[in-house]
């Protein structure tokens, strides 16, 4: 009897470079089956944003088509959580005479325990075979001399690119159809809640990913250094949708950028995004090695020791964009419209909430997940340690941004800060990153809220704060 070979897709929504799919369909003796669970409750937990659930729906019906079209039977199931995946999982096995099952990793540590259950559950009826994925360089393969996780960027990124440059990891190619196409016999069921994604500035679909990936390696992967940081410019890849859900991969970006510059390795043209390809490499490298992340623990264990502020009111304002800071304002404004934020931005306005008003760094993570359509937990926890002096950085913790010249310096003209407050298009350019001190001298009244802190006054405060922190630790460990 042919074995029964059955791939369980996750967060990798694509048929190109897709190693398990590939792998399963080498045998083509072996009958091939796919599979897709919908986790309602897991997801309620994660707080995943009903944007991003959208996209993994409508990627999860086109992935559907495309199975379809190979000839390979998708179902698609909902079942509560991550402990409920284990007994399905089991009976689905059992039911279709699984002998073979095919998936890629996921290193946040609940899928991480999730897949070591399922795999202790079939046992030896079901052999078991897992993949790199999501990552260019897989987890673990980029250390120190001593064999630890590099502690900043930098070094990492040395490292990876010396790597990089004796060994490229490949792109698996589609597999060959396995005989006729057959009908679309699952839709996705999905008790999520969802809320539609702007299809103009993000269609489903991997085609559609990839087109846009060579189109900005082609055409604009030049500019990125020069236009990235200016959020009223199109500057960015805009990929990032595609890559949280893998319907786009790590190394299909990698290898389109290299066909059109091959000496970005080297630090040529491209050099500059393929560093940010790097970073989410380098954040899910720090996840595996430090896993306590995943709990909500901070890298540095000293600043466990920091006092937040308990705000309700001022973390109000921060999620509505309502602070009386006009970027910090717009750009929350944007995350909430879209589903997504500029990069630049999203600095800008972790940096407030945690330097500027003192609040949990955890509160602005959560809330960032709830509404990203791009919600990946590695990138989004890395980011928000980064701003708030706890995770992985080789600057001081004294780095606090001031949102004020942050606005002049990326967005002068207000270009950005007009599109998404028009309370304030009638304030010159001059002084529109200060409306209120306009207002006054005009003697005019804003529709748009006051400053809600005085930075300068909050900057001395938070540096006061880090700073008892690091003495109380210092004191407690001697």
């Known amino acids: 009897m042919a074995a029964t070979r059955l791939v369980w897709f996750r967060q990798d929504l694509r048929i190109h470079d897709n190693n398990a799919l590939a792998s399963a369909c080498r045998d083509k003796n072996a009958r091939v089956i796919a599979l897709f ?6 997801w309620c937990q994660h707080t995943m944003a009903p944007r991003q659930a959208w996209f993994i729906r409508e990627h999860v019906k086109l992935l559907a088509a495309s199975l379809a079209e190979m000839g390979i039977p998708f ?8 402990a409920a995946c284990i007994p399905f999982l089991q009976d689905f096995c ?15 540590l609940n899928e991480l325990h999730r897949d070591a259950a399922v795999e202790k559950a079939l046992g030896k009826d079901v052999i078991c075979q897992g993949f790199d994925d999501g990552v260019i360089l897989a987890p673990g393969s980029v250390t120190t001399g001593n064999g630890s996780m590099y502690k900043v960027f930098t070094p990492f990124s040395r490292a990876c690119l010396r790597r990089l440059q004796e060994d490229i990891p490949a792109c698996a190619a589609v597999p060959n159809p396995r005989g006729d196409g057959i009908p679309i016999t699952h839709t996705p069921r999905f008790t999520y809640p969802v809320t539609a994604l702007d299809r103009e500035l993000f269609p489903p679909g991997e085609e559609e990913a990839l087109k846009r990936l060579k189109a900005f390696c082609q055409e604009d992967v030049v500019k990125y250094d020069d236009y990235r940081d200016f959020p009223a410019i199109r500057g960015t890849s805009l990929l990032s949708p595609w890559l949280s859900i893998g319907a786009l991969s790590p190394r299909q970006c990698l290898w389109q950028l290299l066909a059109k510059y091959p000496d970005a390795l080297s630090g040529g043209e491209g050099f500059v995004w393929l560093k940010e390809l790097l970073w989410r490499d380098f954040y899910r490298h720090t996840m595996v ?4 992340i995943c709990r909500g623990e901070p890298l540095l264990g000293w600043t466990k020791s920091i006092s937040w502020r308990h705000d309700p009111g001022g973390l109000k304002a921060w999620q509505q964009g309502m602070t009386g800071f006009p970027i910090v304002d717009a750009a929350m404004r944007q995350l909430n419209t879209l ?6 931005l999203r600095m800008i306005v972790a940096s407030f909430l945690v330097k500027d008003l003192r609040i949990d760094w955890r509160e ?40 004020t010249t942050q606005g002049q310096k990326f967005d002068a003209k207000g270009d950005f800060i007009r599109r998404w407050i028009p309370e304030l298009n009638e ?3 001059n002084a529109l990153h200060a409306p209120h001190e306009w207002a006054r001298q005009h003697n005019k009244t804003l529709d748009y809220p006051g400053p809600i802190v005085d930075h300068r006054q909050q900057r001395e405060l938070t540096l006061a704060a880090w700073q008892r922190a690091r003495k109380r630790t210092q004191r407690n460990e001697k």
């Open 37 to 42: 669970l919908v986790t309602p409750e897991q």
């Open 427 to 429: 304030i010159p350019d």
């Open 289 to 292: 090695a430090h896993p306590e």
């Open 94 to 108: 059992r039911n279709h005479q699984v002998n073979e099952l095919f998936y890629h990793y996921q290193y946040a």
């Open 364 to 403: 602005g993570e959560r809330y960032f997940i709830s509404q990203l359509a791009d919600g990946d937990f590695a990138s989004n926890n890395g980011g928000w340690q980064w701003a708030a002096s706890t995770g992985t950085d080789a600057q001081p913790w004294f780095r606090i941004f001031n949102p």
């Open 339 to 344: 589903g997504w934020m500029h990069n630049r």
């Open 75 to 82: 179902f698609i199931e909902e079942v509560s959580d991550y």
